[in-house]
């Protein structure tokens, strides 16, 4: 079973600059997620999505980021402008479901480390 | 305060060694616990998952859930060296979705 498919794997851009994301899920999984990862820190949520509709955007800065899921597959996550504490892994992760148990493990991709300059 | 707190570590043990790995919690609404590892520059993967108090072993890990505590525990039983990994505690409050981390514990045991 082929996993998360992220990319690119490493992007650096300078501030103010625009800068998306894209992953690719575990087929068949209908919950999508979007995780920042701040250096020594834990990932925080910042977006989910069950098949095509939002299920919680509540930690995401709306004012600069976006996200997209595609036909309930795909997913691209936008940033316009970058700012320097963007700084971060964006990490992918999908689901079957979206309760808690083992049938909802998240699954992660490796990730798209930025660098803003 | 957070709601979850790890000790960032870093921890390092000689091989062979029982590891203990723990977060503490507030919120009681907290229902699932789940142990993540991290390897560099790769994905969280899941290790450990335990829904109400007690443990849960799996090989040589161990999971401890202390509810009335607000406590979770990871045990590595005759650590390797293959367990080098940044180590991320986890829980959510079932119907919620949302995971909420710790910050992880960077572990390292050498040969």
């Known amino acids: 079973e082929a996993g998360v498919a992220q990319s690119p794997r490493y992007k650096i851009i300078e501030k103010r600059q625009s800068v998306a994301f894209w992953c690719n899920p575990i087929s068949g999984h209908a919950t999508l997620y979007w995780y920042q990862q701040i250096l020594g820190q834990g990932p925080k949520l910042l977006i989910q999505f069950q098949n095509n509709g939002v299920v919680d955007d509540s930690q995401l800065p709306k004012d600069r980021f976006s996200a997209e899921r595609l036909k309930g597959v795909d997913s691209t996550l936008k940033i316009q402008p970058a700012k320097l504490e963007d700084s971060a892994v964006y990490l992918c992760?999908?689901?079957?479901?979206?309760?808690?148990?083992?049938?909802?493990?998240?699954?992660f991709g490796a990730g798209t480390r930025l660098s803003v300059l | 305060q957070k709601e979850v707190e790890q000790d960032p570590g870093p921890l390092s043990v000689p091989e062979g060694a029982i590891v203990s790995l723990n977060c503490t919690y507030s919120?009681?609404?907290?229902?699932?616990f789940m142990w993540y590892r991290q390897y560099s520059r790769k994905g969280p993967e899941l290790l450990m998952y335990?829904?109400?108090?007690g443990n849960k072993e799996d090989g040589r890990f161990t999971a401890q859930v202390d509810k009335s505590s607000k406590y979770i525990s990871l045990f590595i039983r005759d650590s390797q060296p293959s367990d080098s990994a940044t180590y991320l505690c986890?829980?959510?409050?079932?119907?919620?979705?949302?995971?909420?981390f710790g910050k992880g514990t960077l572990l390292t045991v050498n040969p």
């Open positions: 986890a829980m959510n409050k079932g119907s919620n979705y949302k995971l909420t």
């Open positions: 919120n009681s609404a907290f229902q699932y």
């Open positions: 335990t829904y109400s108090s």
């Open positions: 992760a999908s689901s079957l479901e979206g309760s808690g148990g083992r049938r909802t493990t998240q699954y």
